[in-house]
C-alpha cells in the first residue's frame, strides 16, 4: 500500500484545478470507507506546517469538511481521475479520515 508524500501536494493542486463534473463514486466506495455518506471527492488539499520532528501533514478538504492526514496514511487506488476520501465526524466535532483513494500512478 502506498502512503502520503510530497509529490502528491503538487499533483493534488493540479487535479484540484481541474475538476471535471461529479464523480459517481458510490457505485465503488468500500463499504468500509463509506457507508454511503462519508466519501466524496477532494475539493483542495494543502500541506499542514509541523511544529514537531513528526511526519509531515496534509489537509484535506470534501464536502463533508476537513481532515489532517499524516504522510504516512496508506492510500487506496481511485477508480477515476480523481482524489476523494472517507471522513467521519466525532462528536467533539473533529474529523477522521477512514479512506483515501488517488488515481493510479499519482
Do not use: N
Not at 21 to 33: I, K, S, T, V
Not at 61 to 79: L, W
Amino acid at each position: 500500500m502506498k502512503t502520503v508524500g510530497p509529490a502528491l501536494v503538487v499533483c493534488s493542486v493540479l487535479a484540484g484545478m481541474a475538476i471535471v463534473g461529479p464523480a459517481r463514486g458510490h457505485d465503488w466506495y468500500p463499504l468500509e470507507c463509506c457507508h454511503h455518506m462519508d466519501c466524496a471527492p477532494v475539493e483542495s488539499i494543502a500541506p499542514l506546517a509541523s511544529t514537531s520532528a513528526g511526519a509531515p501533514q496534509l489537509v484535506v478538504t470534501s464536502k463533508h469538511g476537513k481532515a489532517i492526514i499524516r504522510q504516512d496514511f496508506p492510500v487506496r487506488e481511485s477508480r477515476d481521475s480523481r482524489m476523494h476520501v472517507c471522513m467521519r465526524r466525532h462528536d467533539s466535532g473533529d474529523m477522521d479520515v477512514i479512506c483515501f483513494f488517488i488515481p493510479p500512478g499519482a
